[in-house]
């Protein structure tokens, strides 16, 4: 069965730093993977999402890299912001399937 | 643009007593999904529906039934619930990219409390 692990669980982090969100996977057969963020009280908006073809995509301080073959994706933000303080999931798609990972809480302070 | 709509958005419930959970999507996709979501433990998939008048269960399925009412409407019941319901629903709905796969849009999800 396909896991998806997010770590750190939790970051902190100060205005203006770049920083990288982690994810991985264990089979790498899949169809694309979709980064997602989710404030609290909310549903999940997607960010992201790398088709297994691509490398990366990049959306205005976002980029999001994919390396199908080593299970393993990254999301980089760059020049945080505090609106950037929410939770980051990362979800793999095998046709039917999603799996998603518990997310990495961010907290940006100003 | 409404996409994925679902309601109602809190509910307190005693334990035994049933509710549906309604959801609903305008982009006329084809499958839609039921997730709970509760800490620690990511987001699990209760049933879904790959087309109108199909379910399917998902990992966690025990205590729930679905209706595809058509190709809009999916809802989500509980007949007799229990505290261990207690958790954020969330509704979705999936289209095909023209890459292969599906990508899943989400509606603003349902908090219930079961007590």
């Known amino acids: 069965k396909q896991e998806v692990t997010q770590i750190p669980a939790a970051l902190s982090v100060p205005e203006g730093e770049n920083l990288v969100l982690n994810c991985s996977f264990t089979?790498?057969?899949?169809?694309?993977l979709q980064w997602f963020r989710q404030d609290p009280g909310k549903g999940l908006t997607s960010l992201l999402l790398i088709q297994s073809s691509q490398r990366e995509q990049t959306s205005g301080r976002l980029n999001a890299s994919l390396d199908k073959s080593s299970g393993r994706s990254t999301l980089y933000i760059a020049a945080s912001q505090p609106g950037d303080s929410a939770t980051y999931l990362c979800?793999?798609?095998?046709?039917?399937?999603?799996?998603f990972g518990t997310g990495t809480s961010l907290t940006v302070i100003p | 643009n409404a996409g994925v709509t679902q309601t109602p958005k809190f509910q307190v419930l005693k334990t035994g007593q049933s509710m549906t959970l309604q959801c609903a999507q305008d982009?006329?996709?084809?499958?839609m999904y039921w997730y709970r979501q509760d800490p620690g433990m990511g987001l699990r998939l209760i049933y879904y529906?790959?087309?109108?008048?199909?379910?399917d269960k998902g990992e966690v399925p025990n205590g729930y039934n679905v209706s595809r009412l058509n190709k809009r409407e999916f809802s989500l019941r509980l007949e007799s619930a229990a505290p261990s319901q207690t958790s954020v629903y969330f509704c979705?709905?999936?289209?095909?990219?023209?890459?292969?796969?599906?990508?899943?849009?989400f509606g603003e999800g349902s908090w219930l409390t079961v007590v």
């Open positions: 982009m006329n996709h084809n499958s």
């Open positions: 089979d790498s057969a899949i169809y694309n």
């Open positions: 979800a793999v798609n095998t046709g039917n399937q999603f799996y």
């Open positions: 979705a709905s999936t289209v095909v990219l023209g890459g292969g796969g599906n990508t899943i849009y």
């Open positions: 529906s790959a087309s109108e008048g199909t379910t």
